[in-house]
């Protein structure tokens, strides 16, 4: 428990007004999207970088645990205070666009900045910020890089990390670091951003954000492939992509989801369907479209495609995009409680990997929708079960521990983008070796050695 000559002490630091230990903020940042709870004993709101400077030294100094948080919407308890301490939260104050760099096009903003709003502040100057976790709406950029985050549009223009060229942080003993820069290119000492790219504030406390940005395409185009099975739409997949198509986005629902989308909202989805393929072309010129949606048509139609559906306007493209963009809250219908889990696989391996979720779900006899962003081998894997029944529970954890098995076993990873946090943590042994893991534990006390920031997370 903090002290309360602590609690009196950080007033003084950062204000008051800044310093938060009543009941109602303590509940509302005890807990994020996974919906486990863990009290903190204060939270704090950093005004600037100075402010967290303060604050990390003065808890460092006596081993106060502090924990990071943007937008709390992760699924992982990353931003969950599980040892307790205090909650660093950045939303309130540290949440602006400094500046867009329009000859250098980059954008510098401080790490509680929401994904979408600087999307729309980017694009209303022709240029354009790819990276667009389902969470853009709320979730902050500097949670974006802390957890290295993807979204649908990573199948052509890859994730975070492509994007951040400069970190400004603070270390947990107050120092304050510079990683990275606004030039293109930058080989000079280690690469310290992508260190801090995905390591869930365990590290240090991200402070300001350089980021690439590129031109807006002018024109872009969705089509929909529909597949009697899931394997086919997975070799659809890996096969147009080898081919040489260059989708923005390549995402897929399997018959659980469609049935699920289909019995909520009655959109008219083929339910006899095995898969269902979604994707976007963007580009310049409409001969660069039309080039991109032949490719897909062909590698499409060669691996089972049985109907193939180009958007005729934006209106019809919303209408495609609706099923996967509401997937995730329809397939409640198959249980009150979801165990998701955002698997990567290589993309050759995903008719594989799909044939193991399906023969899971027979031998633990649950429901398990797949949905998610197969360009990239991003899988969202569903375990459905009753949450009031504690038998189901320990089934679907069951179930979930060898979907983990067989994922490391043919060469994917543990998150493409929710990150390890508390969840995933217990399985780190799988994907890694006794000495990776002791080499992730040095890196760790380097950086923070009396460990303060975000405590038992990623399995440290």
């Known amino acids: ?23 109602a903020h303590l509940l509302a940042y005890s807990y994020d999207a996974t919906r ?23 808890c460092n100094e006596r081993s106060i645990p502090v924990v990071p948080r943007g937008a709390g919407s992760g699924f992982t308890g990353g931003a969950l205070p599980a040892k307790g301490g205090a909650v660093l ?50 979730s902050t950029i500097g949670g974006n890089v802390a957890e290295n985050a993807g979204g649908m549009r990573a199948a052509k223009y890859g ?64 089509v929909m492939g529909v597949f009697p099975t899931v394997k ?62 032949g490719l897909l048509e062909r590698f499409f139609k060669q691996n089972g495609c049985s109907q193939f559906k180009v958007a005729k306007d934006e209106k019809e493209a919303a209408d495609i995009w609706f099923a996967r963009r509401n997937a995730s809250q329809s397939i409640t219908i198959y249980g009150s409680k979801k165990i998701n889990e955002d698997v990567t696989v290589p993309r050759s391996e995903l008719p594989r990997y799909l044939e193991e ?22 899988v969202h894997t569903n375990v459905m079960v009753n949450k009031d029944d504690p038998k189901e529970v320990e089934k679907g954890y069951k179930a979930i521990e060898e979907i983990f098995e067989i994922t490391v076993k043919i060469g994917g990873t543990l998150s493409g983008e929710h990150g390890i946090g508390l969840s995933k943590a217990p399985f780190m042994r799988m994907a890694f070796t006794p000495e990776e893991m002791n080499l992730f534990r040095a890196i760790k006390r380097a950086f923070d050695p009396n460990n303060i920031l975000n405590p038992g997370k990623m399995g440290l």
Do not use: W
């Open 89 to 138: 939260a950045v939303e309130k104050h540290m949440n602006k666009i400094l500046e867009i760099d329009m000859e250098n096009m980059v954008a510098v903003v401080q790490p509680g900045v929401i994904n979408k709003e600087l999307q729309r502040e980017v694009e209303k100057r022709g240029l354009f910020y790819p990276p667009d976790p389902a969470s853009q709406e709320y």
């Open 36 to 58: 486990e709870r863990f009290e903190p004993d204060v939270v704090l709101f950093p005004k600037d970088e100075e402010d967290v400077s303060k604050i990390l030294k003065f």
């Open 232 to 293: 086919e739409a997975m070799n659809a997949v890996y096969r147009s992509l080898a081919g040489g198509a260059n989708p923005v986005a390549m995402e897929f629902l399997d018959n659980l989801t469609i049935k699920a989308v289909e019995e909520k909202f009655k959109k008219g989805l083929p339910t006899e369907a095995g898969a269902i393929l979604i994707s976007d072309i963007d580009g310049n010129v409409e001969e660069e479209i039309d080039y991109q949606i």
């Open 357 to 378: 979720v399906d023969r899971i779900s027979k031998k633990y006899g649950l429901k398990i929708p797949c949905f998610g962003h197969t360009g990239d081998g991003n």
């Open 159 to 222: 994730i975070t990390k492509d994007y951040v060229m400069g970190i400004r942080a603070v270390l947990p003993n107050g120092d304050i670091v510079r990683a990275g820069k606004k030039t293109i290119k930058d080989v000079a000492g280690y690469n310290l951003a992508g260190i801090l790219i995905g390591s869930e504030g365990t590290l240090a406390v991200i402070t300001e954000i350089t980021l690439k940005l590129l031109s807006k395409p002018k024109l872009t185009k969705t």
């Open 1 to 23: 428990m903090i002290e309360n000559s602590h609690i009196e002490a950080l007033k003084e630091l950062i204000g008051s007004q800044n310093v938060k230990t009543d009941k």
